[in-house]
Structures are given as C-alpha cells and as structure tokens.
C-alpha cells in the first residue's frame, strides 16, 4: 500500500490536560440523562472520581444513572444488562469512566439501547452475524482513568462472550465517542502493576499499528511519538505513581496510540491475547500481551527490519542499528517496569492448548492477521505461544 494514500476520520473532541474534567461541570453534553458505567471495582468510589463527576453533571443539571458491574473483561452479559438498565430509565447519553473496559461497556452499551436483538447480531468475526447497525449508538463521554487503551481517541470496542470463550472487538464510524476528557490527575492512584499493565498495551497499540500493513504517514507520526513518550517515562510512572510529568506523558501517548488505532490497525499480536484472555478472563490484557511481546517480536523483526531499528530509536536508543535492538529495548523497560517475571502457566494457561487458543485468534479475530507484514500460518502462530511459555 502506498503509505501517502489514507483516509482520516476522528471526529471526537478531546479535552487532555490537568483539571479538564471540571469542562463537564459547563460544557453543552450530549444529553440530558447519562447513563454512568464503571467497574465493579471500587477505585472510582474510592478515589472520589464517581462523586465528582455526579456533582459536575449535578452543577450542569444533567440526570444520571449508575451501573457499577463492569468486569476487567468486560462481557456480553454486562452489555445487554447495561443497555437494559439505560432504556429502562431513559436515559439519552452514555458516560464511560474508568479505564478501557468501562469505556469499551459504554460503546457497547450504547449500541444496544439503539439497536434490537442481541450485541452478537451485528459482531463481526466468530459467532457474531455481522448484520449492519439499524440506528446510530446513542453518543458516549469518555473520562479515562488509566494510560493503556486508547479508546478515547478510536471507535473499537471489545467484549467477551463467556459461554463461547469469544473475546471480539468491535467499532464503526458512529462509535467514536463525541466528548473524551483526558485528565492525568484522575491517572495518579493507577496501582504500580496495572500502570504497567496499561502502559505496555499502549506500546503496543503504536507499535503494532506500525508494523501493519496499512500503516501511513499519519499513523506513523503518531505511533512513533507513543512509543518515545512510553521510552521515555513509563518506567518512572511505574516506579513513582505521584510524578505527574510521567503521568501527563503516559496519557498523551495512550490518546496518541488512540490515534493509531483509528488511522491503522492493531496486528495479530492482539488477537492472540485476545484469545488467551478469553478462556482466562482474570488475566489482564497488558500482562497477557507483556508475556507474548518477546516472542512475537523476535518472529516479526527481520521480516520489516527497518521499521524494528526507527521503534528502538523512539523507545531510547538513538544509536540502534539492528532489528533486535528493539527486542533489547523493549527487554529493558519490562525488567525497568518490574514485569519481567510473569509467566502464562501462572494464569492457569497450559502448554498442552496452546494450538487452540492461536486458532480461536484466527477464527476470532483473524481480520488482523490479515495485516500483518507477514501472513503468520497456524503452525507459525502457535509457535509463536511456545517460545513464550513458561
């Protein structure tokens, strides 16, 4: 593909900075009823974020309704109980707060209060039928508490369905959220292991987008400046949780890969812990992703090498002149960040099925397989989950 050739939509208004969530206590929303989807955690009671946005929509005379049941991986179930809950109280907007699965929920949600049947009618990939959306979502607000996903800034949605171990994502033009604030003052109680969590799934994110096969200028522009951000300071966001300049850097990097996501594309890397996180759902996906990175990189660096040498360049080292100095970089700041030591058999994963999650990648998501810089067999992608095992 001619990577002057792109098509750019991201329609969304995105408010980042220190305080920027007090623009709801003014701003015209979307609605005049939110419904307000969190976790089932208690880090957003806890920490206050749940009031103060209750108080801002309160000082905006905006009604609202809380549903507090979103799952890390949050599922088919919470989708059609969420929209329920929207309908039955009529509520005209959705808010998602927290991180990307309260977010991701609100899209899903937002697509089922709209729209009849089931949430699997219109997936694509799987079980899913992939029938079109008959009406628009209603719009979402994004008020994201974590440095990871970039839902913010694209229109993908994932979700679990248990009963058929499917974990899916999902998005279209109308599922961009219309207002995202992003607000490094709500990132500063993120735990040490899942900032890190949340940063590498933002690396990730901009490094996958880079390696695809439909990567462009835009897309790289904003990938490259992701990964130096993440280089730069996700190690000291980790290791001290107060440094709000890490903090600030880590959220711009996560709305920027954000930003690669809706520009290119995320690469099989995904699917694969897509696949793993669906038949261990207490496994978070940045651990999940962390522990296949190594693996999966060393397959992919010499068949694009000179994409590997400008990622290590932004990941720090100015000097890199080899493929596998990216590997190396990317080696160092998971040690840096205190997850060198994780391992899939501590998830319950066992080596014996390992076949079968990478084919469930590829029947579940086998889209991105299709954009990879190289077309990865299933003997080669189940490799891949060999060499990372342990």
Known sequence: MDKNNFSYYIPTKIFFGSGMINKLGEMKLPGKKALIVISSGTSMKKYGYLDKLCKLLEKNSCEYVVYDKIKPNPTYKNVMEGSEIAKKNNCDFVIGLGGGSSIDAAKSIAIMVTNEGDYWDYVHGGTGKGL??????????????????????DPWTVITKED?????????????TSISIVDPDLMMSVPTKLTAYQGFDALFHATEGYLANISNEISDMYALKSIELIGRSLAKAVNDGNDKEARTDMALANTLSGFVESTSSCISEHSLEHALSAYHPELPHGAGLIMISEAYYRFFM???PD???????????KNAEEPIDFVNGLLKLQKDCGVDELKLSDYGIQKDNLEMYAKNAMDTMGGLF????YKLTLSEATSILEHAYK
Request: no cysteine; charged share 25%; hydrophobic share 35%.
């Open 132 to 153: 079109p959306l008959g009406n628009k979502p209603l719009e979402i607000v994004a008020i994201t508490t974590t440095a990871g996903t970039g839902t913010e800034a």
């Open 307 to 317: 994409r590997f040498i400008k990622m290590a360049r932004a990941l720090g080292n």
């Open 370 to 373: 299709e954009l990879d810089p």
């Open 302 to 304: 010499d068949k694009v």
């Open 164 to 176: 058929t171990f499917e974990k899916i994502g999902y998005g279209n033009n109308d599922t961009f």
